[in-house]
């Protein structure tokens, strides 16, 4: 089929006005494949068609992982959202791979220390994320072996002296609150028992402090036995009793 005209419409892609009045859009690359500035003309349409859109599928993996490293399994799923040709997904995952732009060991690596560096993750955690990107356990727990005693019981410990800075609430309430956060970040409930039975707090202060802000915000407005029950109250919230 002749081609009339080019017109660019982006970065490397052209719109390809033909004979019979319809377009395609297609990558230079694609253009330049065919000898089509040359001959002015595609002799097999679908097979140009079927070849552009393995092209331009490629391009859209391209720039999706290069805002961040992704997952075998990330890249598949994206790709799906463009088409249902699984054949033509796993031909671009190899080819990715052959260009070593897909690497687990780099990716689970950079993905366990970001995750140590940047967030309060604990071992199960990542390795349940890890589970959910597409990699086996054996090759979770083959990286997940800095995650020592010595590093989770560090990471424990930052986390409950961060949050004793701000606490209000009794020492029963304090550690019952840390061990769930803690199990929700991916430690094991052993490690954190380890860690709370070494933590102490001044409840009777912390018990005074709670009664004068409540008689400060309350006692303008309620007197007596009606003060008295919202202070029970509230206190009770806290894990004091009045």
């Not at 366990?112 to 054996?138: A, C, H, M, R, V």
Request: net charge positive.
């Amino acid at each position: 089929m002749k081609i009339e005209k080019y017109k660019k419409t982006g970065k490397n892609k052209y719109k390809v006005y033909l004979e019979d009045g319809s377009d395609i859009v297609l990558h230079e690359d694609v253009i330049l494949k065919y000898n089509m500035l040359l001959t002015k003309e595609i002799e097999n349409l679908e097979e140009v068609c079927n070849y552009n859109l393995k092209y331009e599928l490629y391009d859209k993996a391209l720039s999706f992982i290069s805002r961040r490293e992704r997952s075998e399994k990330e890249i598949k799923v994206y790709l799906e959202k463009y088409t249902k040709d699984y054949d033509l997904i796993d031909k671009i995952i190899n080819k990715l791979k052959d260009s070593n732009l897909i690497n687990k060991d780099l990716y689970m690596k950079s993905y366990i220390n970001d995750k140590i560096n940047f967030t309060n993750y604990g071992p199960l955690k990542i390795k349940s994320d890890l589970l959910n990107l597409g990699f086996s356990e054996e090759e979770i727990l083959e990286n997940l072996s800095k995650f020592d005693n010595n590093l989770i019981q560090e990471r424990i410990d930052k986390y409950i002296n961060k949050q004793l800075k701000s606490n209000k609430k009794s020492l029963y309430f304090f550690k019952n609150k840390m061990l769930v956060n803690l199990i929700n970040l991916g430690y094991e409930r052993n490690d954190i028992v380890s860690c709370l039975d070494k933590v102490s707090v001044d409840s009777q202060k912390l018990k005074e402090l709670e009664i004068a802000k409540l008689q400060k915000k309350y006692g303008k407005k309620y007197q007596g036995e009606e003060l008295e029950k919202i202070i029970k109250r509230k206190l009770y919230e806290h894990g004091f009793f009045y």
